[in-house]
């Protein structure tokens, strides 16, 4: 062979390979099935396992392994030393190899206590799923949880990888019966696709060539088949998305929208909307920085411009205008809860969903599904790896499709507003009706108009604190301030509230936030009528003086934190209350066994131990006066 | 049908895109090797016809070799681009260098400490890196976006769970994040999208006769007279490349007749020990990436 032919082959055998496609899928198993062992046994056989991680390997696997002399193939996958050392594995990782023909992406989740949390995680990005069975063991109640969180998530292609054959004498019976009783199951799940293969990850039989020890078996082996599958999400047919990530604009002459197409195909000259806002334009060009493109499909990364000047931001949906998505402030979905802090119907929270931010509520959860049974049952809250069926509603319009007919389009995270940590996410089922009927009522007689008649702005004067602070008593010492400068007021206070309006409310989390939300509420349509409202309530949660301030304007929301020791609290106990909860007897007593969140930045911080009641009514009032409240 | 490297690439302008847009001041760290060679290609195709919206930093140890400052400074002019080069200013105070002070104490100072000091600095809230999952067992778990605390500490038991292309970049007061492009990138892909993008890389990457010294096995490249001598030692000229580029007394040449990325990819199809192989700074033990991640290496 001559040196140039042998050039042209290697450049051939490249080219070759910087073709590959690429497969992302997710393997699911329960603990010991083998899951690791089967992970690094493809990693091992794709050859790709280099010398050194192998020589660290060896080490490990003489410290760690579970397999005497033998490598330890699980050992490969393992992560994080603290992990590692406790011989267990607590999240998604990722693990890369490739073969002459694909190239792949793992997502591994170990079958531990976060397991819903991290499946789910890991199936939103995949392709298909591996799930693993034990063949001793066969269809267990958690293969059936795993295919579930797997077709929630949208997969319809499953690999039913039936493990340890080699323990039950690589029995076909076994096998065919287990093959039997999953199809039933999972086909009822809408997992359209499923093959199945007998193997033994730790002898390796049926993982690149078919084993004499399955004669029986004429089926593909695991790895042939994750080579060929063609898996199609049918992506390329669905309605042209695309969000708006980013605006660009290198100078005046040109506007260019800049996003990852996620659905259907785009050309020059097809006409899209920009939702929410609904106008029309034809995509002009499609731009890309190694030249103009014809079309652009789902994956691509492209930038587009228009042919009219439409008002277009970060955040808006651009849409076949033939098959426009749809846009709603209230829906139907599925959360998975992902913290260990509950999920609260009437807490905000912070949602993302395509490139748009929002606020959100779960106004209402229908009910909870038990992933093991798939059993329904009513729930006033929901707690780490619990699956609902929520209404939410949003504070602006979303552009969305239903999770079933685009995941990026219907898929959204959930995050806290305080801690910015991603707590669930959630899936869209439908729009409700409601959303779109509910319309604001536009009064003519308006704020400005009630305060001219008063003589002063209004606003809220929240004050919180631990019971027994005297957070009652310098509201009303302030009340009578206030009314003495001819100002219009009104108090709330927490105890007789409770006895009216929020009689229905206990003091269980859930219960306090409504209590709160209420309370809010009413202050809030007392603000619009001008009123200066003191509230006098523990509200031990930030979330839920943050909400109480977010429904006013700026500058009419005074917090007024009442601080007392809880040691002096509960010596004074005016009311016996304190001596309840030590004894048990008022369970979720704040300050004894349900915490109170101390204010960060309240406008007036009356320290009680060492100021007088007097003091704490001029605080108060000064801060008014700087607040423009009172001239 | 998108191929892998399309899809790959696809991601990270996408990541790109959303870090930029989800941060105030964001800058891109620029360690002039082969996977910042990638990111910066990235992030021009980004943004294009724009030019990358922030500065490239370069945390600089005054030990890098002679042809990385060359490059940088190339690429640099040639695309047009803001360029911030950082040197802590007490190393160069206390003259830290790998000889006297040894690998782990040098790469703290200059690289961790100087990087914690350019954030600082600068305030960046957001900074891209190039590492990938491939790397090292500990980075497979690492987030696309990664929070750090206002002290540039890495929690591994506070990730936030990444779900299809959505990514939460809210921090709190003090706070910033660190977005990685190229997560899913594995050191294979990077090569093959190298040859198929054309994208320039620092020569050494390419086997030539070069003069080294053998220590303890790593062929060290006599890079410039700061390199001491032992009694008796002469530098050999050797055909040699480098598969990872750091500071020139720390990183290992390997002997290669790949001179052309051609040959390179062939030669990583067949590979035999994985690039961090060269890197003294992952011999101590096999959790060390991610003691230095916790520490604000990254
Ligand atoms: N006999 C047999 N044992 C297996 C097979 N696959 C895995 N194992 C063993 O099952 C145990 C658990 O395997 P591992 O891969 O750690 O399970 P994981 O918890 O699902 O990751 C280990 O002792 C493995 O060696 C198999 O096909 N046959």
Redesign the pocket.
């Known amino acids: 062979m001559s040196a140039t032919t042998a050039a042209t082959d290697v450049e051939a055998y490249l080219d070759a390979h910087e073709r590959k496609t690429l497969l992302r899928f997710i393997t699911c198993?329960?603990?010991?099935?083998?899951?690791?062992?089967?992970i690094g046994r493809l990693l091992y056989e794709s050859k790709l396992v280099f010398e050194d991680h192998m020589a660290a390997l060896e080490a490990d696997s003489r410290v760690h392994g579970?397999?005497g002399e033998e490598l330890?193939l699980?050992l490969l996958v393992d992560g994080l030393a603290a992990e590692r050392e406790q011989g267990i594995t607590i999240d998604v990782a990722y693990r890369f190899f490739t073969t002459e023909r694909r190239t792949f992406i793992v997502a591994d989740t170990?079958?531990h206590e976060q397991y819903t949390r991290n499946m789910v995680t890991g199936a939103s990005t995949a392709d298909m799923a591996v799930i693993?069975v034990d063949a001793r063991k066969g269809v267990l109640t958690q293969t059936k949880r795993h295919s579930f969180l797997v077709s929630l998530l949208g997969i319809r292609d499953v690999v039913l990888a039936v493990?340890?054959?080699?323990?039950v004498g690589y029995d076909r019976a076994v096998f065919d019966s287990i093959e039997r009783e999953y199809r039933e199951f999972a086909t009822g799940l809408g997992v359209t696709s499923i093959t199945a293969i007998p193997?033994?990850?730790?002898?390796g039989d049926n993982i690149v060539a078919l084993s004499p020890n399955t004669p029986w078996y004429v089926g593909p082996t695991l790895l042939d088949h994750l080579e060929t599958v063609v898996v199609d999400d049918g992506a390329v047919d669905r309605p042209f998305r695309m969000p708006v990530q980013w605006v660009n604009r290198p100078d005046l002459d040109f506007r260019g929208y800049s996003g990852t197409v996620v659905g259907g195909v785009v050309r020059p000259g097809d006409e899209v909307q920009v939702l929410p806002i609904g106008s029309t334009a034809r995509v002009q060009r499609i731009v890309s920085f190694d030249g103009d493109l014809d079309q652009a499909e789902p994956g691509q990364a492209v930038t587009l411009t228009l042919d009219v000047d439409v008002d277009v931001s970060r955040g808006d949906l651009l849409s076949s205008a033939l098959e426009p998505a749809g846009v709603a402030d209230q829906f139907e979905a599925h959360i998975v809860w992902m913290s260990d802090t509950p999920l609260l119907p009437g807490r905000p929270y912070g949602i993302k969903m395509g490139a748009r931010s929002a606020v959100t509520t779960v106004t209402n959860i229908k009910h909870r599904i038990n992933v093991n049974t798939l059993e329904r049952s009513a729930a006033t809250k929901l707690v780490v790896n619990e699956i609902g069926v929520c209404t939410i509603s949003v504070d602006r319009p979303l552009p969305f499709d239903a999770y079933a007919d685009n995941r990026d389009t219907g898929g959204f995270l959930i995050i806290d507003r305080l801690t910015n940590v991603t707590v669930g996410v959630g899936l869209v089922d439908f729009a409700l009706r409601r959303s779109e009927n509910v319309h604001w009522q536009s009064v003519d007689v308006d704020k400005p108009a009630h305060a001219v008649l008063k003589g002063h702005q209004p606003c809220v004067v929240w004050f919180t604190g631990l019971s027994g602070a005297g957070k009652s008593t310098t509201a009303n010492a302030v009340e009578r301030q206030l009314h003495a400068l001819g100002c219009h007021t009104i108090l709330l206070d927490g105890d007789n509230v409770r006895h009216g309006l929020n009689r229905d409310l206990g003091f269980t989390e859930a219960d306090r936030v409504e209590n709160i939300r209420r309370v809010a509420e009413v202050a809030k349509l007392m603000v619009d009528a001008g009123l200066i409202v003191l509230v006098s309530f523990i509200s031990p949660f930030r979330s839920e003086r943050r909400i109480a301030r977010d429904l006013v304007a700026p500058g009419e929301f005074c917090e007024v934190f009442v601080d007392t020791p809880l040691a002096v609290a509960e010596e004074r106990d005016v009311k016996g209350l304190y001596r309840k909860a030590r004894d048990g007897q008022l369970p979720n007593f704040t300050g004894v066994d349900s915490p109170y969140e101390v204010p960060e930045h309240p406008e007036v911080h009356i320290e009680t131990s060492g100021q007088s009641i007097d003091d704490g009514v001029r605080l108060v009032v000064e801060q008014l006066r700087r607040q423009g409240v009172l001239a | 049908m998108l191929t892998n490297l399309d899809r790959l690439e696809a991601e990270s302008i996408h990541i790109f895109r959303e870090a930029v847009s989800e941060s105030e001041r964001p800058v891109m760290m620029y360690s002039i090797g082969k996977d910042s060679s990638v990111m910066l290609h990235l992030a021009l195709k980004a943004f294009a016809p724009s030019k990358p919206p922030f500065p490239l930093l370069h945390v600089d140890t005054t030990w890098k070799f002679r042809a990385m400052y060359e490059f940088r400074d190339r690429t640099v002019a040639e695309h047009g681009l803001e360029l911030l080069v950082h040197q802590n200013p007490e190393c160069i105070e206390l003259g830290i260098n790998p000889f006297d002070h040894g690998s782990s104490v040098h790469t703290d100072m200059w690289k961790t400490e100087g990087l914690k000091q350019a954030l600082d600095t600068y305030r960046f809230d957001l900074a891209f890196g190039g590492a990938r999952r491939d790397e090292e067992r500990s980075r497979a778990k690492e987030r696309v976006f990664s929070i750090r605390s206002a002290q540039h500490r890495w929690d591994p038991k506070a990730q936030r769970p990444e779900l299809w292309r959505l990514y939460n970049a809210k921090k709190g007061v003090g706070e910033s994040v660190r977005a990685f492009p190229l997560s899913n990138w594995t050191e294979l892909d990077i090569w093959h999208y190298i040859r198929r993008e054309r994208i320039p890389i620092v020569p050494l990457y390419l086997a030539a006769e070069r003069p080294v010294v053998d220590r303890d096995g790593m062929l060290i490249l006599v890079d410039d007279d700061r390199l001491p001598l032992a009694d008796g030692e002469v530098p050999q000229l050797r055909k040699v490349r480098f598969r990872t580029l750091g500071c020139y007394p720390l990183t290992g040449a390997v002997e290669s007749t790949a001179d052309s990325i051609d040959a390179i990819v062939a030669e990583i199809l067949l590979a035999t020990s994985s690039e961090r192989q060269g890197r003294a700074i992952d011999h101590d033990s096999s959790g060390s990436m991610e003691k230095k991640k916790q520490e604000g290496y990254f």
């Open positions: 198993g329960s603990v010991d099935d083998g899951k690791s062992t089967l579970t397999q330890d699980a170990p079958g693993l493990n340890k054959l080699d323990l193997l033994s990850a730790l002898a």
